[in-house]
């Protein structure tokens, strides 16, 4: 398929991605309860079968086990803060991160957040008029839960734009940060998260014909 040539039924899908799966690394579960909390509600309220034969771009099979781990790790109350505190042990901190959710720190030769790769998206996004809404975020564009958002807005909006990004943005990286957090995470939600996640995101881009020159990673 060109890329350009994207079908209304395809974009929707991909919107449908980003807009499902991008919340669940981009907000604190304490912190931003109220904005997150009806995404755990409507996880937990799935039929996880018949949800998997709907998902788009994966294999059911596939689909259906990662959110069975993802409904697995939310039959405790939250209250008793296990998901809380994987979230900030993966992601957050204040101690070291296990699976730091920004694109740079992995292929930056130092480690970095802000690094080349964060640049490269900045000027890419200047050049295409695009910008994060003042006051909506104060991580850098290439968090993964913001990156996933913007494809989702992207499909909606400027859908020219959706194989570039991917092709030279989120692709390149996203597979190697979402192998991590299926490896270090200690929760069945983050595990399952990361699973869909990664056959999402594979899925389309098959279905794009997206060929993606992958970097080194330096973590």
Partial sequence: MCI??????????????????????RYDPKREFDVIGPSYDAIMQLNAQEAAKDWPFADEK?????????????????????????????????????APPWGSVYTDKDGVMFGGSWVALREWMRENGLAVAEGESREPEDHIGLMLEMMAWLAQERPELVGPFLQLHLLPWAGHFLARVEEVSQHPFFEGLARLTAASLSGIQTELGLEVDVPRFYR
């Fill in 4 to 25: 350009n040539q994207i079908s209304e039924e395809c974009l929707a899908g991909i919107a449908f991605v980003g807009r499902s799966l991008g919340p669940f690394f």
């Fill in 62 to 98: 596939a689909v259906f086990r990662a959110l069975c781990l993802m409904q697995e790790g939310l039959e405790d109350d939250l209250d008793e803060e296990a998901i809380i505190w994987e979230y900030r042990r993966l992601f957050v901190g204040p101690a070291h991160k296990a």
